[in-house]
């Protein structure tokens, strides 16, 4: 034929070799019997074929990936969830830094959340496999065009991508292994399933991760109590949820709100109507502020919190970022605002006319429920951030004679009754102790432990520590709660030692609860989000110290607020407290720990120099102190605290303290009759009297003659001094008054002149402490001379 490309390709004859001269080949290319193009284009069938065979080839490779791919555990950071930290009621207190997520059910959010999430995100999500073709094959043009990178992923991928892989994916390869992940996480998860755990995992800005964050974060309040309105306003933000908040940029917002809204009209799960009546939720939305989870008074509690459960060894720090533990602390929030409140009102003067503390002063306040050893409240200082050192669980100063009642109790444990009189002259040597005094230099002439705890006498307290051993009273110390090292040396009972303040409140606790000592602690529960338990802060109780022993220095403590340091400030409380004052060497700390049956609580004041560190005396403040001694504004401080917190629920009922057992009391011993031979005898001696006068003419003579004139009667002179009109060291009265009827050996105070009133200000409104040295023993530890 004319014109064809073929050649002629009859059939060769029987038998016959083929026409081209070769054999049949397996792959006919190039064509034989074509000349021309012809010759090298394949034909229909070879093109069909190898189609054919390329499509089967593509879907084996993707049945056999599909096959091989495993769905793998969830990226650790999906899972992830801050620890939480709450007051005793549950009320927050602070999280810990970590990825701010709290993982809820899906079942307890209203249907609408997920609804509009759907609708923003993927409308065909409830009809979907996991993977859209058309979005993927859109997402591809676009990329082929040369526009932005686009995934076209669906929710499913989006939950594959955050929830199973943690990173984005942007890559072909990636998005092909992603939707391979995505169809078979589609045939194994339920949608609900899906839909859950992406609402938990997406970030929503404002560092909030999942629903329940962003609820907070956004409208404060959980996400179950979210309306409609605020549900769109936070599925709109997903795309872009840093540079579509309502407080970056309230119209985008807006326009995402209401996109998603027509989305939920549009796919039935909201009527029009619904939807017109919906307005956008401004008046609902809450300013965002970027917090400091460490800032203010809180951030002292939560330093308290990590250092308790990590020193668990089972609980790491990065466990506080991660794991989601939920910490309950037996932090009251009234108590603690209160303690606050109280400390607030100190600072702003509020209790002393409008004076106010140096600002380098630093306070300490805690309180210790004695019937388990939590910690009620702990003001630890200001601001964490601007001092991270705890004025009440890491500061030590000088104790002070808040460190008396552990040399009392040590007497009262080796036969030494609270009758026991001893020599409270001032001042008095003993043996490798010389020149020890009282505060003010006061003689209290022969008095028993009671009168000496309530004026904190030191020349009586250091022959009580003496006469038990100074070994003694660190023992007692450390078994009633004192952690910290305290030297066996005989000043040890004037508190030459530094200590916490919240093992002071312990060591009082331990006290109040009649000698059962509970370790201090803070957290009550630590759990798990599956509800496992963590950690328990309360240990086992142990009694340290007999209950008949505690009875009688607790009454020995009552007399301190009833008749000594504390009266001024703690008594008109009107209600049985025991406590004690204290004060350190050059005044550089001050104290007043007291307590009732209920609470123990622990207001410790030092003050740092200009370097930060070092400890110096206290700057006075306020009218008519001239020292700031414990009986000072620690007392006052303890009361205007501890005030309010008496009118409390739990406080309210006032608890008696047992009565006092007078350990040790001297018994007469019972002798049998017996039968003795008569022997001689000499006439008794005449009978001594049972009573003697007071010296007359005392008054007005100078005090040295009086104080002989006492002596000689048989009675123990004590002085007091005061300023008066008198010439100094005049005798302005006595008491008991002369010609009184005593007992041999009976105190005679005399009030001696210290000459004229020096001038002073123009006195305010304010009631002033008490002035220095009117015998009410202001404190000290380590220096001979003061106390507390």
Known sequence: MAGSTRRSTGPAPRGAAPRDGGRRRFFD????????????????????????????????????????????????????????????????????????????????????????VVSAEDRTFFENQGVSITGMGRALLNNLRGGDTQGGSTLTQQYVERFYVGETTTSYVGKAKETLLAIKIGQ????????????????????????????????????????????????????????????????????????????????????????????????????????????????????????????????????????????????????????????????????????????ALKVGVVSVDPATGGIVSLYGGEDFLVDQIDRVSRDRIQAGSTFKP?????????????????????????????????????????????????QSVNTVYAQLNLEVGPEKTVDVASRAGITTPVESVPSNVLGSATVRPLDMASAYATIAAQG??????????????????????????????????????????????????????????????????????????AWFVGFTPQIATAVAFSQVGENGKDQVTITPWGRGVEEITGSTWPAALWA???????????????????????????????????????????????????TV??????????????????????????????YNALPSGTVIAVSPGAGSQVAPGSTVTLRVSRGPQPQQPAPTQSPAPPAQGQGQGQGNAGAPGANG
């Open 693 to 722: 006068a007071v010296p007359s003419g005392v008054e007005g003579s100078l005090v040295g003659d009086a104080q002989a004139a006492i002596t000689n009667a048989g009675l123990v002179p004590a002085v007091t001094e005061e």
């Open 516 to 589: 059962v000592y509970h370790k201090p602690f803070m957290v009550r529960q630590a759990v798990y989000p599956d509800g496992a338990v963590a950690y328990t802060g309360e240990t086992a109780p142990t009694q340290v110290f007999d209950a008949a022993v505690m009875a009688d220095t607790t009454y020995a403590m009552t007399q301190v607020v009833e008749e000594g340091s504390g009266e001024r400030y703690v008594k008109p409380l009107g209600r049985e407290i025991a406590g004690k004052t204290g004060t350190s060497t050059d005044n550089k700390s």
């Open 188 to 359: 194994t998860e339920t949608k609900e399933q899906i839909l859950g755990r992406y609402l938990n995992t997406i970030y929503f800005g404002r560092d909030a991760y999942g629903i329940e964050a962003a609820s907070q974060a956004y409208f404060g309040r959980p996400a179950a109590q979210l309306t409609v309105s605020e549900a769109a306003v936070l599925a709109g933000l997903i795309p872009s949820p840093n540079n579509w908040d309502p407080a970056v940029s309230p119209e985008k917002s807006q326009q995402r709100w209401a996109y998603v809204l027509d989305g939920m009209v549009r796919d039935g799960y909201l009527t029009q109507a619904d939807r017109d009546a919906l307005v956008f939720p401004t008046d609902t939305l809450v300013a965002y502020s970027r917090s400091d989870t460490y800032g203010g008074t809180n951030g002292y509690l939560l330093q308290y919190v990590k250092q308790e459960l990590t020193a668990t060894g089972s609980i790491t720090e990065e466990m506080l970022g991660t794991a989601g533990l939920t910490i309950t602390t037996t932090i009251d929030p009234t108590v603690q605002n209160e303690a606050v409140a109280a400390v607030g009102r100190l600072r702003t003067g509020q209790l002393s006319d409008g004076a106010t503390p140096d600002p």
């Open 29 to 116: 290319y190039p064509r034989r019997g074509y000349t021309g193009l012809h010759r090298w284009l394949p034909s229909w069938r070879f093109v069909v074929g190898s189609f054919l065979a390329f499509v089967f080839l593509c879907l084996g490779v993707g049945v056999a990936a599909y096959a091989l791919t495993d769905v793998p555990d969830p990226d650790s950071f999906a899972e992830q969830q801050a620890s939480t930290v709450t007051f005793s009621d549950g009320s927050p207190l602070g999280t810990f830094p970590g990825p701010d997520r709290t993982i809820v059910d899906y079942e307890t959010l209203p249907a609408f959340i997920g609804q509009a």
């Open 406 to 454: 552990f040399t009392l109790i040590a007497g009262l444990e080796n036969g030494v009754p609270l009758t026991k009189r001893y020599d409270g002259r001032s001042p008095q040597d003993f043996p490798g102790w010389d020149n020890v005094r009282n505060f003010g230099g006061k003689d209290y002439g022969r008095i028993d432990l009671v009168k000496a705890t309530e």
């Open 640 to 690: 205007s605290y501890m005030g309010p917190v008496f009118t409390l629920p739990a406080y309210v009922d006032e608890v008696a303290f047992p009565p006092r057992a007078n350990v040790n009391k001297a018994v007469e011993p019972t002798q049998a009759p017996t039968t003795q031979a008569p022997v001689e005898t000499t006439p008794p001696a005449p009978e001594q009297p049972t």
